[in-house]
């Protein structure tokens, strides 16, 4: 039974989502019809994740569940629970921003900072699928709309990434898998 016909069988408008998110196990009531974006910013105040198009088109609210990138406003919050959500707050290790956010900040990538995030999430989930981020890097960008001006520093942080050895890109760069 899938997770729809499982809501729809229960006849319940709130459930109990537990889930462990950026390596902390969490729990939270919510409506049943819940978005898995709005679960991550309103239940659990993690305001990382931001909600651009609401259609999946922008990947603005791109997150890692299962290690796997998928678009958090196409997704229902109890559809994760049980499983492992990384969201970007997720992404830096012991304070310090990871080998993929530091190319970021020293490239200008950032821009404005709103798709910021999904950009970030999309890269770490094609790294941890072992794609070849420097080979897939316009099909992996692609799939976000930056209305900021365009992706030349996304695409020099990518290279510097993938320069000093960022898991996931190619050898021809000096990187590893």
């Given at each position: 039974?899938s997770i729809e016909e ?71 919050a109890v559809q994760v ?55 897939a890097m316009d099909d ?38």
């Amino acid at each position: 039974m899938s997770i729809e016909e499982t809501i729809a069988a229960s006849g319940a408008d709130v459930a109990e989502v537990a889930v462990t998110v950026n390596g902390t196990r969490r729990r939270a009531q919510t409506e049943v019809r819940t978005l898995l974006s709005d679960f991550l910013r309103h239940d659990l105040g993690l305001t990382g994740t931001h909600v651009g198009c609401e259609h999946g088109a922008c990947g603005a609210c791109t997150v890692l569940v299962d290690g796997v990138a998928v678009r958090a406003c196409l997704m229902l919050a109890v559809q994760v629970s049980g499983r492992e959500v990384t969201t970007v707050e997720g992404l830096s290790q012991d304070g310090e921003l990871s080998p993929l956010q530091d190319a970021m900040w020293a490239e200008h990538g950032l821009q404005c900072g709103f798709c910021t995030p999904g950009i970030l999430c999309t890269l770490e989930g094609a790294a941890r699928a072992g794609d070849d981020i420097e080979a897939a890097m316009d099909d992996l960008l692609g799939g976000h709309i930056c209305r900021c001006t365009g992706y030349q520093n996304v695409r020099a942080a990518v290279r510097r990434w993938c320069g000093e050895g960022g898991a996931g890109c190619g050898s021809a760069s000096g990187g590893t898998r």
